[in-house]
């Protein structure tokens, strides 16, 4: 199933994000897939904050992964695959015991880790738009 989002203000990602929420059950692992600039760690932030995250979001660029804990105790991941250079660096990390614990993990530049991604997941592209705000955001997963 796909869904579109016409964006026009970083006030319009919750739209996105609550969407988000809802599909939760679809998958533990969501990948955001964008040019640098679309807006990744941003919508990932909007994500984090509707979910009840009170932590700092930050894109974990040299870490590789942060987390972070709901208001409700649920641990949230998020990835950054930018700066690995061979899949095994993400064996290094110990990706599955993230990808399938149960809990959500958030990833950017997952073209970077394809392979490694479960068979079920959702997957966000993030174009950008004509504008310096807007942005055409995606969501597809596999239910029917």
Known sequence: MKQAFHI???????EVSDYLISIRDR???VAFYGPMGAGK???IKNLCHRMGVTDEVNSPT???VNEYVTDEGESVYHFDFYRIKKLEEAYD???E????SGNLCLIEWPELIEPLLPERYVRVDIALGET???RIIIVT???A
Do not use: P
């Not at 026009?8 to 919750?14: A, F, I, R």
């Not at 015991?97 to 399938?100: E, K, V």
């Open 8 to 14: 026009t203000s970083v006030e319009g990602l919750s």
């Open 27 to 29: 998958g533990d692992v």
């Open 41 to 43: 760690t941003t919508l």
């Open 62 to 64: 040299f870490a590789i």
């Open 93 to 95: 990390i110990g990706y």
């Open 97 to 100: 015991n993230y990808f399938y």
């Open 132 to 134: 310096d705000d807007e």
């Open 141 to 143: 997963d596999d239910e």
